[in-house]
Protein backbone atom coordinates (compact mmCIF):
# COMPACT_ATOMS: atom_id res chain seq x y z
CA UNK A 1 0.00 0.00 0.00
CA UNK A 2 2.60 2.66 0.35
CA UNK A 3 4.53 1.72 -2.38
CA UNK A 4 1.07 2.78 -4.46
CA UNK A 5 0.79 5.89 -2.40
CA UNK A 6 4.11 6.62 -2.95
CA UNK A 7 3.79 6.24 -6.11
CA UNK A 8 0.41 8.39 -6.54
CA UNK A 9 1.82 11.63 -5.06
CA UNK A 10 5.45 10.58 -7.27
CA UNK A 11 3.33 10.93 -10.22
CA UNK A 12 1.42 14.45 -8.90
CA UNK A 13 4.32 15.73 -7.64
CA UNK A 14 5.86 15.41 -11.36
CA UNK A 15 3.39 16.93 -13.12
CA UNK A 16 3.82 19.80 -10.40
CA UNK A 17 7.40 19.67 -11.05
CA UNK A 18 7.32 19.55 -14.92
CA UNK A 19 5.06 22.90 -14.77
CA UNK A 20 6.87 24.92 -12.41
CA UNK A 21 10.36 23.26 -13.11
CA UNK A 22 11.35 22.50 -10.01
CA UNK A 23 8.23 21.76 -7.87
CA UNK A 24 8.68 17.81 -7.81
CA UNK A 25 11.01 17.32 -4.43
CA UNK A 26 8.91 20.11 -2.95
CA UNK A 27 5.82 18.68 -3.42
CA UNK A 28 7.05 14.73 -3.11
CA UNK A 29 9.02 15.27 -0.21
CA UNK A 30 6.26 16.21 2.48
CA UNK A 31 4.04 13.81 0.84
CA UNK A 32 6.24 10.37 0.99
CA UNK A 33 7.79 11.71 5.00
CA UNK A 34 3.67 11.68 5.60
CA UNK A 35 3.05 8.23 4.22
CA UNK A 36 5.79 7.17 6.69
CA UNK A 37 9.27 6.28 4.47
CA UNK A 38 12.32 7.37 6.43
CA UNK A 39 14.34 10.70 5.38
CA UNK A 40 17.07 9.05 3.74
CA UNK A 41 14.94 7.15 1.61
CA UNK A 42 12.84 10.26 0.45
CA UNK A 43 16.30 11.69 -0.47
CA UNK A 44 17.97 9.22 -2.28
CA UNK A 45 14.52 8.40 -4.41
CA UNK A 46 13.67 12.26 -4.67
CA UNK A 47 17.56 12.85 -6.39
CA UNK A 48 17.42 9.72 -8.45
CA UNK A 49 13.83 10.41 -9.86
CA UNK A 50 14.32 14.33 -10.37
CA UNK A 51 17.67 13.38 -12.69
CA UNK A 52 16.23 11.45 -14.68
CA UNK A 53 12.61 13.45 -15.40
CA UNK A 54 15.05 16.46 -16.09
CA UNK A 55 17.12 15.17 -18.69
CA UNK A 56 14.27 15.94 -21.29
CA UNK A 57 13.64 18.28 -20.01
CA UNK A 58 17.15 20.04 -20.23
CA UNK A 59 17.10 18.69 -24.23
CA UNK A 60 14.36 19.73 -24.82
CA UNK A 61 14.82 24.11 -23.59
CA UNK A 62 18.05 23.77 -23.67
CA UNK A 63 18.33 26.75 -26.00
CA UNK A 64 16.93 29.16 -23.48
CA UNK A 65 19.51 28.33 -20.68
CA UNK A 66 22.22 30.68 -19.37
CA UNK A 67 25.26 28.43 -19.57
CA UNK A 68 27.26 30.85 -16.76
CA UNK A 69 24.54 30.53 -14.62
CA UNK A 70 24.09 27.08 -14.78
CA UNK A 71 27.69 26.39 -14.15
CA UNK A 72 27.62 28.51 -11.67
CA UNK A 73 25.37 26.73 -10.11
CA UNK A 74 26.06 23.19 -10.56
CA UNK A 75 29.48 24.53 -9.13
CA UNK A 76 28.35 26.09 -5.96
CA UNK A 77 26.52 22.79 -5.30
CA UNK A 78 28.92 20.42 -4.66
CA UNK A 79 30.24 21.48 -1.16
CA UNK A 80 26.93 21.82 -0.19
CA UNK A 81 25.76 18.66 -1.52
CA UNK A 82 29.17 17.02 0.78
CA UNK A 83 28.27 19.54 3.87
CA UNK A 84 24.29 18.12 3.35
CA UNK A 85 25.36 14.41 3.41
CA UNK A 86 27.03 15.03 6.54
CA UNK A 87 24.03 16.44 7.89
CA UNK A 88 22.10 13.81 6.99
CA UNK A 89 24.51 11.10 8.78
CA UNK A 90 24.86 12.52 11.83
CA UNK A 91 21.58 15.17 12.62
CA UNK A 92 18.46 13.84 13.96
CA UNK A 93 15.67 13.79 10.67
CA UNK A 94 13.17 15.80 12.64
CA UNK A 95 15.13 18.61 13.63
CA UNK A 96 16.83 18.82 9.49
CA UNK A 97 13.19 18.78 8.46
CA UNK A 98 11.58 21.41 10.74
CA UNK A 99 14.61 23.92 9.90
CA UNK A 100 14.32 23.18 5.66
CA UNK A 101 10.35 23.85 6.13
CA UNK A 102 10.50 27.69 8.26
CA UNK A 103 13.56 28.44 6.17
CA UNK A 104 12.10 27.85 2.97
CA UNK A 105 8.70 29.40 4.15
CA UNK A 106 10.64 33.00 5.17
CA UNK A 107 12.28 33.15 2.01
CA UNK A 108 9.19 32.35 -0.02
CA UNK A 109 7.51 35.20 1.96
CA UNK A 110 10.47 37.42 1.41
CA UNK A 111 10.39 37.25 -2.55
CA UNK A 112 6.37 37.00 -2.87
CA UNK A 113 6.54 40.84 -1.99
CA UNK A 114 8.92 41.30 -5.40
CA UNK A 115 6.87 39.48 -7.88
CA UNK A 116 5.70 42.81 -8.99
CA UNK A 117 7.95 44.98 -8.92
CA UNK A 118 10.66 45.58 -11.85
CA UNK A 119 13.99 43.02 -12.45
CA UNK A 120 16.77 44.05 -10.27
CA UNK A 121 19.77 46.33 -12.14
CA UNK A 122 22.39 43.93 -11.64
CA UNK A 123 23.04 40.58 -10.23
CA UNK A 124 25.17 40.46 -7.28
CA UNK A 125 28.26 38.43 -8.51
CA UNK A 126 28.71 35.05 -7.55
CA UNK A 127 24.26 34.91 -6.18
CA UNK A 128 24.46 31.97 -8.33
CA UNK A 129 26.87 30.13 -7.12
CA UNK A 130 25.97 30.91 -3.60
CA UNK A 131 22.57 29.74 -4.33
CA UNK A 132 23.79 26.67 -5.75
CA UNK A 133 25.59 25.98 -2.68
CA UNK A 134 22.48 25.95 -0.20
CA UNK A 135 20.55 24.09 -3.12
CA UNK A 136 22.77 21.43 -2.65
CA UNK A 137 22.86 21.81 1.03
CA UNK A 138 19.51 21.29 1.07
CA UNK A 139 19.14 18.46 -1.54
CA UNK A 140 22.04 16.18 0.44
CA UNK A 141 19.86 16.63 3.53
CA UNK A 142 16.17 17.10 2.47
CA UNK A 143 16.09 16.67 -1.36
CA UNK A 144 14.82 20.21 -1.10
CA UNK A 145 17.55 21.20 -3.89
CA UNK A 146 15.30 23.31 -5.98
CA UNK A 147 14.77 26.00 -3.15
CA UNK A 148 17.40 28.04 -3.24
CA UNK A 149 18.06 28.83 -6.83
CA UNK A 150 14.46 28.98 -8.07
CA UNK A 151 14.62 32.29 -5.41
CA UNK A 152 17.28 33.35 -7.51
CA UNK A 153 15.65 33.39 -10.70
CA UNK A 154 12.79 34.11 -9.29
CA UNK A 155 14.53 37.43 -7.94
CA UNK A 156 15.97 37.51 -11.85
CA UNK A 157 12.92 37.27 -13.06
CA UNK A 158 13.59 34.81 -15.62
CA UNK A 159 11.53 34.10 -18.12
CA UNK A 160 9.45 30.55 -17.87
CA UNK A 161 11.68 28.62 -20.52
CA UNK A 162 14.97 30.41 -19.53
CA UNK A 163 13.57 28.77 -15.97
CA UNK A 164 12.67 25.83 -16.81
CA UNK A 165 16.21 24.97 -18.91
CA UNK A 166 18.22 26.56 -16.04
CA UNK A 167 16.85 24.47 -13.02
CA UNK A 168 16.93 21.49 -15.56
CA UNK A 169 20.14 21.53 -16.22
CA UNK A 170 20.81 22.52 -12.57
CA UNK A 171 18.97 19.07 -11.04
CA UNK A 172 20.66 17.03 -13.95
CA UNK A 173 24.15 17.84 -12.55
CA UNK A 174 23.43 18.32 -8.94
CA UNK A 175 21.55 15.10 -8.62
CA UNK A 176 24.28 12.87 -10.20
CA UNK A 177 26.82 14.47 -7.98
CA UNK A 178 24.23 14.05 -5.12
CA UNK A 179 24.08 10.45 -5.94
CA UNK A 180 27.73 9.95 -5.92
CA UNK A 181 28.30 11.70 -2.91
CA UNK A 182 25.80 9.96 -1.03
CA UNK A 183 27.27 6.11 -2.09
CA UNK A 184 30.57 6.87 -1.29
CA UNK A 185 29.31 8.21 2.03
CA UNK A 186 27.55 4.71 2.19
CA UNK A 187 24.23 7.14 3.14
CA UNK A 188 22.24 5.91 -0.01
CA UNK A 189 19.46 4.03 0.61
CA UNK A 190 19.27 1.45 -1.67
CA UNK A 191 15.62 0.47 -0.87
CA UNK A 192 14.50 3.61 -2.81
CA UNK A 193 16.69 2.34 -5.92
CA UNK A 194 14.82 -1.03 -6.33
CA UNK A 195 11.84 -1.55 -6.15
CA UNK A 196 10.69 2.17 -5.62
CA UNK A 197 12.53 4.16 -8.60
CA UNK A 198 11.66 1.26 -10.95
CA UNK A 199 8.04 1.33 -10.11
CA UNK A 200 7.36 4.96 -9.70
CA UNK A 201 9.38 6.05 -12.72
CA UNK A 202 6.79 5.62 -15.63
CA UNK A 203 4.16 7.28 -13.91
CA UNK A 204 7.11 10.31 -12.88
CA UNK A 205 7.96 10.72 -16.40
CA UNK A 206 4.38 10.92 -17.60
CA UNK A 207 3.51 13.56 -14.69
CA UNK A 208 6.99 15.29 -16.35
CA UNK A 209 5.53 15.23 -19.59
CA UNK A 210 2.33 16.77 -19.23
CA UNK A 211 3.76 19.23 -16.45
CA UNK A 212 5.95 20.97 -19.26
CA UNK A 213 3.85 20.79 -22.26
CA UNK A 214 1.77 23.03 -19.70
CA UNK A 215 3.82 25.13 -17.80
CA UNK A 216 5.62 27.54 -20.91
CA UNK A 217 1.84 28.64 -21.49
CA UNK A 218 1.39 30.11 -18.56
CA UNK A 219 1.51 33.55 -18.02
CA UNK A 220 4.68 35.01 -16.79
CA UNK A 221 3.37 36.94 -13.20
CA UNK A 222 1.24 33.84 -12.58
CA UNK A 223 4.29 31.29 -13.21
CA UNK A 224 6.41 33.10 -10.43
CA UNK A 225 3.17 33.11 -8.33
CA UNK A 226 2.57 29.69 -8.72
CA UNK A 227 6.47 29.11 -7.77
CA UNK A 228 6.87 30.91 -4.64
CA UNK A 229 3.09 29.33 -3.51
CA UNK A 230 4.35 25.94 -4.10
CA UNK A 231 7.38 26.96 -2.42
CA UNK A 232 5.72 28.63 0.72
CA UNK A 233 2.84 25.60 1.15
CA UNK A 234 5.56 22.96 0.70
CA UNK A 235 8.12 24.39 3.26
CA UNK A 236 5.24 24.43 5.95
CA UNK A 237 3.97 20.57 5.34
CA UNK A 238 7.67 19.42 5.67
CA UNK A 239 7.97 21.36 8.95
CA UNK A 240 4.37 20.33 10.22
CA UNK A 241 5.10 16.64 9.18
CA UNK A 242 8.25 16.53 10.92
Do not use: Q
Request: glycine fraction near 12%.
Amino acid sequence: MDLLLGGIAVTAASFLGGVTGFGYSLVATPLLLLIGYPLRFVVTANLSLALVTRVSVAVRFYRSASPRRVALLVGGAIPGLWLGVEILRTVDPTDIKIAAGIVTMVCAGLLARSVNAPPPRRTIPGAAAVAGFFGGFLGASTSLNGVAPVLLLARDKASPRSFLADLAMYFVGANAIGLAILAARHTIDTDALSPAFLVWLPGSLAGNWLGTTLGPRLPEVAFRRLTLGIVFVAGGVTAITA
